[in-house]
């Protein structure tokens, strides 16, 4: 009964066209199908005397009708409801992950995200018909127990006290039902982590026998846990089909019996009396059903609900005005003290990035060196508000970057991180133009590789290397103010790290864009206006003498070859995009 009122709240707080008309259609189709039980028996009765009048039969066909037509217009109706329901709720989510703080989201299980917004949401779908015919079932219920009284209240009084205790059973198995599908829904997620484990981790598992074998026995094992679960929850909705059945059995029994023997008034309804109790196995079977995909559904509706909390709690609560947007045309971005800190699930700091103290002026290329795990990546994030400082301040010329005007600061940057994503659409891109973006495929070696046709790229199935070269294309057309590149060049062959470097960041510049790279390339260092050098999450400002050193060692390269370095693969120059 509970799980019954949660998926009801659940209903109404997530639609607004569940309206009386709905519900009177359910009365209908439940009170029509109960006149069904009200007519056979009558004719039935007309039937052993000889004769059933044709009234009867035109009532019967205009009752079943009736019932097909009220059964039609709530299944069609409903699942309409459900699936909208469906879309809202992914929607809904889709949109709070895109609100999230990028920090607070990395520390959240993808697996569970994944689970949440494909299985939970489906599973709610699957069993709304019979939420519908559960809700038929209980006015069936109610109608026939109203015509098992009329019949004989002594019959009513017994299957009343039969189908009460029942009702108890199954709300004292209802609770340990619910904690064996929660444990089960936790273990689906365990098990779609270990699935992802296999399929990103198949590189290692093929090399070595023994991590393969430890990796498929952490499988199995989960698979197992959530096997005997399933089976667990199962058997007590088993059980409680059995005890129907039982409970059935010994009715009829009773009124057959017992009852018949001291009760002169039964005998001449006791073929009513039983057909009637034969017929109520039908809605009580299916209130029983009901009950456990209740329990089912109710498990699915709390774990949307938890996984919603999550991403509220970890929403970067930016409030977007335009008032105190932020203009493209900035001078500089400067960072005062600026501190982040990594921290672990028990909120103790792993990791400091700063104090930072530095400019970002505009038009320049800045190159950021230094070891891995130095903190380059997070200041990238700082720099591009993807993360929010712990303190001190970031400002653009004389404006603070605050929650209010941040989201108008992200969209001056084109990004490539390392572990960034491909998509196979230009999202966000206007006027984009096909012979453009073939020119600059061929440009960067792809044109055998993938083509772009119906808005859309016709195959991502690419290298490190190529996939990377793809995502260039892709920020080189979105033409934003400021390029954000960490490590692009390291997937790179010589030929594309030297045209990165010598032909794409000079025009780059060229244009009047900004240029942050992160770099392990110190035989480029001449491109950079200036070289950060990050250590232990400080900045060792030594840029002066790396790229005066660079540039004496390129002059000697010169001087020995008779000429500079010049990059030969391919003929074609970077188009110019058009907004």
Request: with cysteine.
């Amino acid at each position: 009964m509970m799980s019954f009122f949660k998926l009801m709240r659940f209903l109404l707080r997530e639609s607004s066209e569940l309206r009386m008309q709905f519900f009177v259609y359910i009365i209908i189709a439940g009170l029509s199908q109960t006149l069904l039980l009200v007519i056979i028996n009558d004719a039935t009765a007309q039937a052993i005397q000889g004769t059933v009048r044709m009234q009867v039969f035109l009532l019967f066909i205009t009752t079943l009708l009736l019932y097909v037509l009220a059964q039609n217009f709530l299944m069609r109706r409903f699942m309409n409801i459900v699936e909208n329901i469906k879309e809202k709720i992914r929607n809904r989510l889709a949109g709070k992950i895109r609100e999230a703080d990028c920090y607070k989201l990395e520390k959240l299980n993808t697996s569970e995200i994944y689970a949440t917004i494909v299985k939970e949401t489906a599973y709610i779908t699957q069993m709304s018909p019979r939420f519908i015919s559960g809700i038929q079932c209980f006015v069936m219920l109610v109608c026939t127990m109203i015509y098992i009284a009329w019949l004989s209240p002594i019959a009513f009084l017994l299957v009343a006290s039969a189908i009460t205790f029942q009702i108890v059973y199954m709300f004292i198995s209802d609770k340990k039902t619910w904690v064996a599908f929660e444990k089960s829904n936790e273990a689906e997620v365990d098990l779609l982590t270990g699935l992802t484990n296999v399929l990103h981790g198949f590189k290692q598992i093929k090399l070595s026998q023994k991590k393969g074998d430890s990796v498929l026995a952490d499988v199995s094992e989960t698979a197992s846990r959530d096997r005997s679960l399933k089976i667990t929850a199962l058997e007590k909705y088993l059980g409680n089909f059995v005890m129907m059945l039982v409970f059935f059995y010994l009715l009829i029994g009773l009124l057959l019996f017992v009852l018949n023997s001291f009760s002169a008034t039964l005998t001449p309804v006791l073929i009513k009396l039983i057909t009637s109790i034969l017929f109520l196995a039908d809605p009580l079977w299916g209130l029983i059903e009901l009950s456990t995909k209740m329990v089912q559904i109710s498990v699915s509706v709390d774990t949307i609900y938890h996984l919603e909390k999550k991403l509220d709690a970890v929403s970067d609560g930016i409030d977007k005005n335009d008032e105190y947007a932020i203009q493209p045309d900035f001078r500089t971005i400067k960072f005062k003290d600026v501190v982040f800190n990594h921290r672990d699930y028990d909120n103790e700091t792993t990791f400091q990035v700063g104090p930072v103290n530095m400019e970002i002026n505009r038009g320049e290329v800045t190159f950021i060196v230094g070891g891995n795990g130095s903190g380059k990546s997070t200041f990238i994030k700082l720099l591009t508000a993807l993360y929010f400082p712990d303190s001190g301040q970031m400002q653009v010329d004389d404006m603070v970057l605050t929650k209010e005007n941040v989201q108008s600061y992200r969209e001056m940057f084109a990004i490539i991180l390392t572990d960034f994503h491909l998509f196979d659409k230009m999202h966000g891109i206007n006027n984009v133009y096909p012979g453009m973006v073939q020119q600059l495929l061929r440009t960067f070696g792809l044109e055998n590789k993938t083509a772009y046709k119906g808005n859309r790229f016709t195959n991502l199935s690419l290298s490190t290397g190529q996939r990377s070269r793809l995502a260039m294309i892709i920020a080189y057309l979105e033409d934003k103010d400021i390029y954000v590149f960490d490590e692009w060049a390291a997937d790179q062959d010589s030929n594309f790290r030297s045209y990165f470097y010598e032909h794409m960041l000079t025009d780059l510049k060229a244009r009047g864009k900004t240029v942050i790279a992160v770099t392990h390339d110190n035989d480029y260092f001449h491109v950079a206006d200036r070289v950060f050098t990050m250590e232990m999450g400080q900045f060792v400002d030594k840029s002066p003498e790396l790229i005066a050193e660079e540039r004496r060692r390129r002059q000697r390269v010169t001087e020995v070859n008779g000429g500079p370095d010049v990059w030969h693969t391919t003929k074609y120059k970077l188009v110019t995009p058009t907004k």
